[in-house]
């Protein structure tokens, strides 16, 4: 099955082929919505005339939950996406990628988590000195890589290449991911940041908005949260 989502984060719809049904849970040929992974919430939409109400990823296939049977292995289905959410998403998770980069050039904070949302955005960072009154200062420098329009772009790169182009954070992570995986998503932000990341983005940083600071929690010995959302 192919994740057309990781070609174009833009496209909105989609024709495939249903090639496994288990009651409300259907596996398609290719699809474009996004499962629930990464911190990045799962995409909703319709396929034909049956609501898409939940999407994840299991034994490496895509399965979308759908409200009510109906749909039979070889029907072919015309698949679209609720483009606000989706598009919402892509803007929360480069926005992450912004701040958490920030974050990691001014203090050598290692991301540990997140979680995008609709409403606001969380990310979880390991620090031993932890200084609040900085990160209105982190907010002003990501709102400033939002403003010079940089362009975002991916590509797919073996583990071996992604090693020497992401570093040690990359090596880091490395560590825990499965043999079977060969070949690694990178995105770049322009002159800015590069990740291991399977999410969708926009194209350009002026796509996030304003970002502003909710909340930063100490969790405890080393564990740090900020909240924070786009817009006013």
Not at 63 to 73: N, P, R, Y
Not at 128 to 144: G, H, L, P, V
Request: aromatic share 8%.
């Amino acid at each position: 099955m192919q994740a057309k989502y990781l070609e174009d984060c833009y496209a909105k719809e989609f024709e495939s082929e249903v090639i496994e049904v288990k009651n409300k849970f259907i596996v398609l040929k290719e699809t474009l919505f996004y499962p629930n992974s990464g911190g990045q919430p799962n995409d909703e939409g319709t396929l034909n005339e049956f609501k898409v109400v939940f999407v994840g990823k299991f034994k490496n296939q895509i399965s979308h939950e759908i409200e009510k049977e109906g749909l039979k292995v070889g029907d072919k289905v015309k698949g679209v996406l609720d483009w606000d959410r989706r598009y919402q998403l892509m803007q929360s998770h480069t926005a992450a990628h912004i701040v958490s980069n920030v974050i990691h050039a001014e203090t050598g904070a290692l991301i540990t988590g997140n979680q995008l949302g609709l409403d606001k955005i969380r990310v979880d960072f390991s620090l031993e000195e932890f200084n609040r009154e900085k990160f209105d200062e982190y907010m002003k420098q990501a709102n400033e890589i939002v403003k010079q329009e940089k362009n975002v772009s991916s590509m797919i790169v073996s583990k071996d290449e992604a090693t020497k182009i992401l570093g040690e954070r990359f090596s880091m992570l490395a560590k825990g991911l499965p043999e079977s995986i060969k070949e690694i998503r990178v995105i770049e932000i322009d002159g800015f940041a590069k990740e291991a990341c399977g999410g969708t983005h926009v194209k350009n940083t002026k796509e996030v908005g304003e970002i502003t600071l909710l909340k930063v929690e100490n969790k405890g010995k080393n564990n740090r949260r900020v909240y924070f959302k786009l817009g006013i």
